[in-house]
């Protein structure tokens, strides 16, 4: 068996080219959302961007993973790749998690856990995957350093990922600790809330500079409007985190806590005022939930509890985002996908971005499209430019008068499209 430990600074991923500096973190993502991904890793500032299935690597040292960890607020979890060896039985997966020097992160009263994915033909079950893994781990410092560390399953010290694919098995080390996918700010939720991670997605997908309005005719708990707000104010997520995975290690040293004390000081200056945002919607219980939310986001939300079909736009400039109901946990109905189809009308002049159910209707053609998945459900967010102010009319048609082309009939089926409009 042929065993590649690396310790905190060797990279196992290999660059694109095949020469140069190789990435040595991964960002995980929801499916879909890696493009948007790499797109605000390059905006953090990171080093050797690159996007893969599932998620993108980046970086070489260990700030860039501390400050994915600060600012990223598309990214789920922040890996390192630790060991990657060829794994065909339990005693090839001992002998590899037992390669790794593991005193550099444990030791002490330093809990563990770990966590397994995937199988092969003599590896069948996860559960012994990850036992084995761990006892490998509690052995060496046991024999080694005299230590023996337990294991919490809820809130460990170290947490690590062993993952199989055939006969490789790679373990990765988590350097966010629990997820990254809470921003802090929403503490209220309403029946149906969007993902922060994935509202934060969507804000990017649309193209928005961060400094127009925006409105969320259906606002709900308000993750979009807080994460477009946030995001343009420059307020990195991280900072209403106590810590993370990668404080509770044995290698965070003085240092290290110098480190991340400058980059948290740095993120705090360099916030900067918020945009204009309007939040409305049906339910008095989703706007109180915005309320709550925006306050702890420490934002503004202006509210109104009015249908999407009284919506008006706030000025030519801005963004309008929507997350209609699906039919699924809320009701929907043709009158309701008609109206989300007549505010995207209404809003021509500003950028526009949906997430929807891949067969959600709609006779606008989107300037772009991506498949993403929202929870379990196929999904797909859809930008529509801004369409030049001298070729639209500001007054927006009322809900009741449809033009010609928004009376169209509902889409029937993908199959049956008839070419679209261009929104
Ligand atoms: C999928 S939820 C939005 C969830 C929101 N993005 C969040 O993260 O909490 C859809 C919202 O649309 C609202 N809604 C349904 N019909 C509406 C209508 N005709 N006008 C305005 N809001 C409506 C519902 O009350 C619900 O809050």
Redesign the pocket.
Known sequence: MQIEPFGLTRPIVASRAGSGPSARFFATAAKGTEPLLGAELREIGVPLVRESRGGVYFGQATLDAYAACLWSRIAIRIHEPLASFECRNGDDLYAGVRSVDWSQFLGGERTLAVRAAGTNAQLTHTHFIAVRAKDAIVDQLRDGHGSRPSVDRDDPDLLLFVHLVRERATVHLDYSGSSLHAHGFRSR??????RETL?AALVRFSGWSGESPVT?????????LLEAGLWAARHAPGLSRERFGFERWASFDASSARDLARLRAEARASARPAPLLFG????PR?LE?TRGNALKAGLKITLSP????RVEPHGAAGLLLI????GQR?DRSAE?DR?VERALTRFASQQRAVIVPVDYPSQLRPSRQLAVYNGPLECEFRGYDAVQPRRISFRAPAASTPTPAESAPAKPSPSKLPPRRPG
């Open positions: 939720e309403g029946v149906a809330p969007l509202a969320d005719p259906m606002c709900g708990s308000g993750t979009l409305s919607d049906t339910d989703a939930q009015l249908p999407i079909a997350n209609p109901p699906y809320l309701v109206d």
